[in-house]
């Protein structure tokens, strides 16, 4: 176990809604990665949250926005959803903001109809 | 555009004997590689890492050769044990941004006991 925790595991929503999925980081991370992995496919970089702000983001459209609490917990929103957006989203935390170690969730499976 | 590819899709082996998985990029300015463990409902799980500036790193029954000649990055698991069966994903990064990871799609290696 890693410590990570998401919810909620599964949900399933049509398309054009919006979605919030939360993490709650492991004790000590102060950093929080979220990744999309299709399926079959390997996790694909979203964005990371250090410090309660956005501190990289990689190839997704703006409707995809984060959040960070002072707790260091995290939350994903998707607008707009589209079917493509059916995916395991995982959160992972970290110690610090550069670092590949990451210690992921068990992820929320979203499916979009 | 540039990404991290796997040799094979699937890989069987037998408990134990050695296991070597095998990972191609593309990007020569990758300068940071990493390995993960996906569990069939789980999330990824750290492995071993290594930078650019080396060639071979040893973990615990794990070691992770580079190749930056021919941009080829290989895992080896010695004595591979039932529990060893998952996903193996490389993942890369560029740029120092070590936490913005980009993973392949995966080989899934099924231990036969």
């Known amino acids: 176990e890693t410590g990570v925790t998401q919810s909620p595991t599964h949900l399933i929503k049509t398309r054009g809604q919006q979605v919030t999925l939360r993490c709650s980081s492991q004790?000590?991370?102060?950093?929080v990665s979220w990744y999309q992995q299709a399926l079959g496919q390997g996790p694909q970089f979203i964005f990371q949250?250090?410090?309660?702000?956005?501190?990289g983001r990689g190839n997704f459209p703006p409707r995809f926005s984060g959040l960070q609490f002072p707790n260091y917990s995290s939350e994903l929103n998707v607008n707009a959803l589209e079917l493509d957006d059916s995916a395991l989203y995982l959160c992972?935390?970290?110690?610090?903001?550069?670092?590949?170690?990451?210690?992921f969730g068990e992820g929320s499976r979203l499916t979009v109809l | 555009g540039e990404s991290v590819g796997l040799h094979l899709p699937t890989l069987s082996v037998q408990e134990g004997d050695n296991s070597i998985i095998n990972c191609a990029y593309s990007?020569?300015?990758?300068?940071?590689f990493i390995w993960y463990k996906q569990e069939s409902g789980k999330g990824p799980q750290f492995i071993i890492d290594?930078?650019?500036?080396?060639d071979k790193r040893q973990g615990q029954r794990v070691t992770v050769l580079l190749n930056k000649t021919v941009k080829h990055l290989s895992l080896q698991i010695a004595a591979t044990q039932p529990g060893d069966s998952a996903v193996y994903f490389c993942?890369?990064?560029?740029?120092?941004?070590?936490?913005?990871?980009?993973f392949g799609k995966g080989t899934l290696l099924t231990v036969n006991p």
């Open positions: 993942a890369e990064s560029s740029g120092g941004s070590n936490y913005k990871l980009t």
């Open positions: 949250y250090y410090r309660e702000e956005e501190n």
């Open positions: 992972a935390s970290s110690v610090g903001r550069n670092t590949g170690e990451l210690f």
């Open positions: 990007n020569s300015a990758s300068d940071y």
């Open positions: 290594i930078r650019s500036n080396m």
């Open positions: 004790s000590g991370h102060n950093t």
